[in-house]
């Protein structure tokens, strides 16, 4: 069973900003990679604990998806 996401709820909006609009066109194919730099790239908005957090329960996440 997947781990959660230790984010906030709040960032969901910036997630799918992120995803299915991304910022560079390496990341417009809707690919897991993608999807994951949709993350990080909101992660940016949080303070350095919170994003510290974040960061490494997405991986943690995503090593139980895989």
Known sequence: MAQPIDAPKHLMKAVHRHYFEPEYDAFKPRTLWSLKNAF???????????????????????DTVN
């Open 40 to 62: 990080t790239s909101a992660f940016k908005e949080l303070d350095p604990i919170p994003m510290y957090r974040a960061t490494s329960s997405l991986g943690t996440y995503f």
